[in-house]
């Protein structure tokens, strides 16, 4: 009985080390460009991103906004929120 319980525990031990690596080779390397330019009370915030497979996707938001700080300042939540959904 004792010799059983080895066995299981050796295979969840594998099991578990397996889906760890796989995590890890799934993970993608993603850097981000972010320009947040403030015109006219109109915000515009553009974030680039340059995968690890050598794609580039680019995603543009514009608003209003009061001021040139405000502008900034939302355009660093909105890159925060962008990496998060990913």
């Known amino acids: ?10 295979n969840l031990f594998f099991a578990l080390a397996f889906m760890l690596m796989g995590t890890f080779a799934f ?12 015109s006219m009370g109109i915000c515009t915030v553009t974030i680039t991103e340059q ?3 050598g794609t580039t996707n680019t995603y543009t938001y514009q608003f209003e906004t009061s001021t040139a700080q405000d502008c900034q300042n939302a ?12």
């Open 1 to 10: 009985m004792e010799q059983l319980n080895y066995f299981k525990m050796k």
């Open 27 to 38: 993970a993608e390397n993603t850097n981000y460009d972010v320009d947040v330019l403030e």
């Open 51 to 53: 995968n690890s497979d």
């Open 75 to 86: 355009g660093q939540a909105i890159l925060q929120a962008h990496i998060n959904k990913r």
